[in-house]
């Protein structure tokens, strides 16, 4: 069973496209955060074939809330001990507050990380800014860098909407030459896709493609992930675990 938990809807950026809501300087409250628990046990059959617990850290930006994930991946693991699931975590973040501190936790605790970014600098941070309206591109790209010292991998998330949707092909070959993979690419679904993105789209996904086909026929092997990265997150976690 899959959960997306989101820990907070308080968040350092302030993206054109943010999904989060109203945000509330607040993270989870413990009542929450037990009930929470009690739902992810009850929703999960014991010894089920199904019975793996995938649980996924989410926001907002859900490091801001890292004493309360602390917390709960405890939790979880020491509840688990009388049901025995495979644990599965997974944090999707927006990348500007990690540091070496953090990195180790998920290290330890084997979650895996997947952080937003949304090409280069110009891709990025037209659509994803520090809430004084400054790129975070530099940071995210710098932070990047220090989890991939840290981790053994490290996904990443693009969202891309119909403005940014002619350079998506040129995104995803930035991104493969920086060394990323598996890639996960996620259309913007609150934008206006009117017709012509729609026929646009359908063209990109081609180009995309043919970049794969070219790449893997050089052998260069990587993951993609164009419709389904939910899955895929889950299935990476627990190969790394
Ligand atoms: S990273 Fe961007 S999209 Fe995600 S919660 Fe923050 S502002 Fe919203």
Redesign the pocket.
Known sequence: MKFSIALT???????R????GR?FRRGMSATTAARVMDFVFRQTPARHRLGILDLGFF???PLLQLPLMHRLVGDIQERNREHGHPLVFHVT??G?LLNEEILAFLRQQRIELCI?IDGPPKIHDRN?PFRNGRGSFDRVSANLLLAREHLQRVQVNV?YRPGTLPHLSDTVAFLLDAGLDPINLNADIKACWDEKSVQALHEVYWQLAEQFIARYRAGHEYALNMLDNRALISRASLCAG
Do not use: I
């Open positions: 809807h308080d968040c350092n950026l302030a993206c496209y943010c999904y989060a945000k926001g907002g930006e973040s927006n500007t937003s994803r969202v």
